[in-house]
């Protein structure tokens, strides 16, 4: 069965950095694009990065732009997300999904998900 397993998050200042990972497991990794969606408190699901099946294209939304960026090894099954300049309304729980922007909802397939916190 499909197992997505996030790490990486924590607390961290304003202006810094965290590297994400997720380790997949469950299906043929290579075959599908993968994503990162997360949800602030009070808020909804947002589509935060996808890349491509073979990690040729990445797409990021306006807000993360410059500041994130997405990775894959398929060798290892492994998918990541650096996220640099970190800012308060970054704060939120960070999950790893099967899928595109257009087909992660469709897939429905998600970890359980990694907290971020970024505060003084």
């Known amino acids: 069965e499909v197992q997505l397993v996030e790490s990486g998050g924590g607390l961290v200042q304003p202006g810094g950095s965290l590297r994400l990972s997720c380790a997949a497991s469950g299906f043929t990794f290579d075959d599908y694009a993968m994503s990162w969606v997360r949800q602030a408190p009070g808020k909804g699901l947002e589509w935060v990065s996808s890349?491509?099946?073979?990690?040729?294209?990445?797409y990021y939304a306006e807000s993360m732009k410059d500041r994130f960026t997405i990775s894959r090894d398929d060798a290892k099954s492994m998918l990541y997300l650096q996220m640099s300049s970190l800012k308060p309304e970054d704060t939120a729980v960070y999950h790893c999904?099967?899928?595109?922007?257009?087909?992660?909802?469709?897939?429905?397939?998600w970890g359980q998900g990694t907290q971020v916190t970024v505060s003084s």
């Open positions: 890349i491509t099946w073979n990690g040729d294209s990445t």
């Open positions: 999904a099967l899928g595109s922007e257009a087909t992660w909802t469709l897939l429905g397939s």
